[in-house]
């Protein structure tokens, strides 16, 4: 028995490599580091499904496509009754994702990628008593993202930061929610099917859950002076610091540079808050500074969703959904395994060791 399937392979995989040791993401044989540089999320979407889909739509045609589906599932807020719009985002966000057919055609696809982007912006406006915003199937898909948040189109440096963030979380190797929607799609139920379950394994903190988490910490340290006293006053109560640490990289995660390189162009453009930043920056080497000594055994480096945090919310997207738009990003990935396993896998049935007590045995008693 391994504990947590640490290092167990459960999975063969063309669609992305996360090698831990030297730090590298490497998505259908192009690294991280060189795709955020050209890709959008729109052709990171042909990257991932080619070969899974009969009839894939060329490169070209996906952003329309994708403006479509877009427009198609924003017919879902009929459904969002008041006590859908009270749940916390994601879960009002899971439940309008249920809504859509479970199939495992490459519309379905697009309705599941699309409906995180659209759901989410809608719900933040229903819960602050304002009208969802249609979506605009001409913009590129962070772009109209942004817009269907705010009502307003976004400057190209927000829309190319909001992007960058999509194509860097778009897959992660066989991470617990892209295992749950493996799973899934092992029992060869449908796209919807594995999303959902997808979906609900990240919402947990210890997965994608952690970004709100970690401003949550920034706004109670303040200031820069007070960051060491106050993480290594969590670590004394047992906590974990948000946004540090990694199952699989023993060195920095390549993601948290993609996104702290988008967050520079931001700040840049004068978008960012410039003491948000220092202070983030403080908050990260008092936390590497501490954790270093703490387990000077096991290396824990910042992971994504340290700058995750600070880029979504320079680009005014509040902490409570963000685990939706990480959902909006990794959804793609998440349909690439779940035809991958579905076209070339058996079903993932692992057994278990059983180590409760053993039934009465009333024939033994009798004889003693
Ligand atoms: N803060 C403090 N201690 C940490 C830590 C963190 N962020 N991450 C790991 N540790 C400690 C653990 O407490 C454990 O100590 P122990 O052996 O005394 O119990 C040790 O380091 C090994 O951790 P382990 O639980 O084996 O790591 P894991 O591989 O199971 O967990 C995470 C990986 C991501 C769940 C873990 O690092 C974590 O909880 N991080 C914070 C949440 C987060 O940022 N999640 C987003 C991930 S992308």
């Not at 730090?23 to 899974?52: C, M, N, P």
């Not at 602050?128 to 001409?138: D, H, M, Q, S, Y």
């Not at 910042?302 to 959804?331: D, H, K, M, Q, W």
Request: glycine share 8%; aromatic share 4%; proline share 6%.
């Amino acid at each position: 028995m391994v504990s947590g399937l640490e290092d167990v392979v459960a999975a063969e995989t063309i669609l992305s490599d996360v090698d831990g040791q030297s730090g590298r993401l490497i998505i259908r044989g192009q690294s991280l580091d060189e795709l955020v540089k050209h890709a959008t999320y729109e052709s990171v979407l042909t990257l991932l499904w080619e070969g899974f889909f009969k009839e894939l739509p060329p490169a070209s045609d996906m952003p329309m496509l994708l403006g479509t589906a877009r427009q198609k599932v924003f017919k879902h807020f009929e459904a969002a009754d008041a006590e859908l719009v009270q749940q916390p985002t994601v879960d009002a966000v899971r439940a309008l994702i249920a809504r859509l057919p479970d199939a495992d055609d490459i519309g379905s696809a697009l309705l599941l990628v699309a409906a995180p982007a659209v759901f989410t912006p809608g719900i933040l406006r229903l819960q602050r008593k304002l009208e969802p915003i249609a979506p605009n199937g001409k913009l590129g898909h962070a772009a109209d993202m942004l817009r269907m948040l705010s009502g307003e189109t976004p400057t190209q440096e927000q829309a190319s930061a909001l992007d960058r963030y999509l194509v860097t979380v778009s897959d992660h190797g066989l991470n617990a929610s892209t295992f749950a929607a493996r799973v899934v799609a092992s029992t060869r139920a449908g796209l919807t099917s594995a999303t959902l379950a997808a979906l609900s394994a990240l919402k947990g903190p210890l997965h994608g859950g952690a970004p709100g988490p970690v401003l949550d910490a920034l706004d109670s340290i303040a200031s820069p002076e007070h960051a060491s006293t106050w993480l290594q006053d969590a670590l004394d109560r047992g906590e974990r610091l948000m946004g540090f640490g990694h199952r699989v990289y023993r060195v920095r995660d390549p993601r948290a540079d993609a996104l702290k390189e988008a967050l520079k162009r931001l700040t840049q453009s004068g978008q960012v808050d410039a003491k948000r930043l220092q202070l983030a920056e403080s908050v990260e080497a008092a936390a590497l500074d501490l954790l270093a000594r703490k387990k000077p055994n096991r290396p824990l480096q910042t992971n994504v969703e340290f700058y995750t945090a600070l880029l979504l919310e320079a680009l005014g997207i509040p902490r409570e959904a963000f685990t939706c738009v990480f959902a909006a990003g990794r959804s793609g990935g998440w349909i690439a395994h779940a035809r991958e396993q579905a076209v070339n896998g058996r079903l993932i049935r692992p057994q278990s060791r059983y180590i409760g007590p053993t039934p009465h045995q009333p024939q033994q008693d009798a004889a003693a």
